[in-house]
């Protein structure tokens, strides 16, 4: 793992859209410093307003947004000339910052108010103020730019902010000091670290309810996803180590220590290296991530899987069980990023090197998925029902589409599933199963 000094007490981390720098507020410091990815030192430190803390990046990595807790102010950045250019002035103690994806907005939530500052990006200025819960810690907005998600650290609950028209829709209880949030690519699954519960909650944002917990994380303070959306990373204070979360089960697969009073994370786009803030030690850890990354995948193959090991180059093949990767990269002497070929059941994965044969740890192909009936088959066209699907190969369930709808399933077991279906006109639509073995047949529902 390469370390990367940067200035005293740093909190936040954001990368530019095509990973080429990272943005790092140091909170004592009262500056950002600016990382070089490809060198992995620091190319420029810029001196903010006191207390820095959050940073968000631009869609299109032009500008980068940093709240200053101190000051009350956000500053920001030109990612071409690493200058401050503008500060945005009344805001109240501002924590937690998102640029929305649409580039027209940025959200600050403001810790002393307990409220969320929209920002014009078109005119750098605050154009609506939004109350939501005690002591508003992280905001994230949703890809689609129409949601906006706030932990209210002091109230135990997440705001769900309707963006179009600044109001709360809904707020969602059930944590213990909520942090930080991770919202998936395609919107459906939110994940909250729970900093006095030492869990993470997985909430469905179809029907804004908790339907997961994920144990074993003493003090979790941040949290971020990977781009190929396979690895969730959980900055863990209490142990000062990283948690690694595998998406598609929920489950904690790794815990990586070393660390020191780690802060924000960040994933590079190209999903080969996580940045994570260390609070304790004034640096910046890189690392690559762990062996497992994916380690399931279709009969037919075509998945792309991270291998981790020792001495791996000058290797000549990869194997999953006796076949041949369809393609494989050294990446490093440690890591082997490769293609899997058409297989069944667990296999062993090996690399042949110039030092003999080398087991690298085990893939498991998935059966797909299979739908036999769906109970009920019809509901209102207002949504809200329950439907649960039965079926077989249905535990690596990771969505169903109900028309054009995508919906966050409850996995109940292998054999039977469940969804809340959204609103929707009358009409017939199709269902279908996504799951690490790739899509099932369809059913069909009726809208009544």
Same mark, same amino acid.
Request: no cysteine.
């Given at each position: 793992?390469?370390q990367?000094?940067?200035?005293?007490?740093?909190i936040?981390?954001?990368?530019? =859209?095509?990973?080429?720098? !990272? *943005? +790092?507020? &140091?909170? /004592?410091?009262?500056?950002? $410093? #600016? @990382?070089?990815t490809? %060198?992995?030192?620091v190319?420029?430190?810029i001196?903010?307003?006191?207390?820095?803390?959050?940073?968000?990046?631009?869609?299109?990595?032009t500008?980068?947004?940093?709240s200053?807790?101190?000051?009350?102010?956000?500053?920001?950045?030109?990612?071409?000339?690493n200058?401050?250019?503008?500060?945005?002035?009344?805001l109240?103690?501002?924590v937690?910052?998102?640029a929305?994806?649409?580039g027209?907005?940025?959200y600050?939530?403001?810790?002393?108010?307990?409220?969320?500052?929209?920002?014009?990006?078109?005119?750098?200025?605050i154009?609506?103020?939004?109350p939501?819960?005690?002591?508003?810690?992280?905001?994230?907005?949703? =890809?689609?730019s129409?949601? !906006? *998600? +706030?932990? &209210?650290? /002091?109230?135990d609950?997440? $705001? #769900? @902010?309707?963006?179009? %028209?600044?109001t709360?829709?809904t707020?969602?209880?059930?944590?213990?000091l909520p942090?930080?949030?991770?919202?998936?690519?395609?919107?459906l699954?939110?994940?909250?670290?729970?900093?006095?519960?030492?869990t993470?909650?997985?909430?469905?944002?179809i029907?804004?309810?908790?339907?997961?917990?994920?144990?074993?994380?003493?003090?979790?303070?941040?949290?971020?996803?990977?781009?190929?959306?396979?690895?969730?990373y959980?900055?863990?204070?209490g142990?000062?180590?990283?948690?690694?979360?595998?998406?598609?089960?929920?489950?904690?697969?790794?815990?990586?220590?070393?660390?020191?009073?780690?802060?924000w994370?960040?994933?590079? =786009?190209?999903?080969?290296?996580? *940045? +994570?803030v &260390?609070n /304790?030690?004034?640096?910046?850890? #890189?690392?690559?991530p762990? %062996?497992?990354?994916?380690?399931?995948?279709?009969?037919?193959?075509?998945?792309?899987?991270?291998?981790?090991?020792?001495?791996?180059?000058?290797?000549t093949?990869?194997?999953?069980?006796?076949?041949?990767?369809?393609?494989?990269?050294?990446?490093?002497?440690?890591?082997?990023?490769?293609?899997?070929?058409?297989?069944?059941?667990?296999?062993?994965?090996?690399?042949?090197?110039?030092?003999?044969t080398?087991?690298?740890?085990?893939?498991?192909y998935?059966?797909?998925?299979?739908?036999?009936?769906?109970?009920?088959?019809?509901g209102?066209?207002?949504?809200?029902s329950?439907?649960?699907?039965?079926g077989?190969?249905?535990?690596?369930?990771?969505?169903?589409?109900?028309?054009?709808?995508?919906?966050?399933?409850?996995?109940?077991s292998?054999?039977q599933?469940?969804?809340?279906?959204p609103?929707?006109?009358?009409?017939?639509?199709?269902?279908?199963?996504?799951?690490?073995g790739?899509?099932?047949?369809t059913?069909?529902?009726?809208?009544?």
């Amino acid at each position: 793992m390469a370390q990367v000094p940067v200035g005293n007490g740093p909190i936040g981390i954001t990368l530019t =859209p095509n990973g080429a720098r !990272a *943005y +790092v507020t &140091n909170f /004592g410091s009262g500056t950002v $410093s #600016v @990382i070089d990815t490809t %060198t992995r030192t620091v190319i420029a430190t810029i001196t903010t307003g006191a207390g820095p803390w959050g940073v968000t990046a631009s869609h299109d990595g032009t500008l980068v947004y940093v709240s200053n807790f101190g000051a009350n102010t956000v500053s920001v950045i030109s990612t071409t000339t690493n200058t401050v250019v503008n500060s945005i002035t009344g805001l109240n103690n501002p924590v937690g910052v998102d640029a929305a994806p649409n580039g027209l907005f940025t959200y600050v939530t403001n810790q002393a108010s307990n409220t969320v500052s929209r920002v014009d990006t078109a005119t750098q200025t605050i154009v609506a103020t939004i109350p939501v819960g005690a002591r508003p810690y992280n905001v994230q907005i949703a =890809p689609n730019s129409n949601r !906006a *998600y +706030v932990a &209210n650290f /002091g109230a135990d609950t997440v $705001s #769900v @902010i309707n963006t179009a %028209t600044g109001t709360v829709l809904t707020t969602i209880t059930g944590f213990n000091l909520p942090r930080g949030l991770a919202i998936t690519a395609d919107g459906l699954r939110l994940y909250v670290t729970n900093y006095g519960g030492n869990t993470v909650s997985v909430v469905d944002t179809i029907s804004n309810s908790v339907v997961a917990t994920i144990n074993g994380l003493s003090i979790p303070f941040y949290m971020a996803l990977s781009p190929n959306q396979q690895l969730g990373y959980v900055s863990v204070n209490g142990t000062s180590s990283v948690g690694v979360i595998e998406l598609g089960t929920n489950t904690v697969s790794t815990v990586i220590p070393g660390f020191s009073v780690p802060n924000w994370l960040a994933v590079t =786009p190209d999903n080969r290296f996580v *940045y +994570v803030v &260390n609070n /304790g030690s004034n640096s910046v850890t #890189v690392f690559r991530p762990p %062996t497992g990354a994916t380690n399931q995948g279709p009969l037919s193959g075509g998945t792309n899987v991270i291998l981790r090991g020792q001495r791996l180059t000058g290797t000549t093949a990869v194997y999953f069980g006796p076949r041949r990767a369809t393609s494989f990269t050294i990446l490093d002497d440690s890591t082997i990023s490769a293609v899997t070929p058409a297989g069944s059941g667990a296999v062993r994965v090996t690399a042949t090197t110039p030092g003999g044969t080398a087991f690298v740890g085990y893939f498991y192909y998935i059966p797909p998925p299979r739908i036999s009936g769906l109970s009920p088959t019809s509901g209102p066209v207002s949504g809200g029902s329950t439907v649960v699907l039965t079926g077989s190969n249905l535990i690596t369930a990771k969505a169903v589409t109900l028309g054009a709808a995508a919906i966050l399933p409850v996995v109940i077991s292998d054999s039977q599933i469940s969804i809340t279906t959204p609103p929707a006109s009358g009409w017939i639509v199709r269902v279908q199963v996504e799951t690490a073995g790739g899509l099932s047949n369809t059913a069909t529902y009726t809208y009544v």
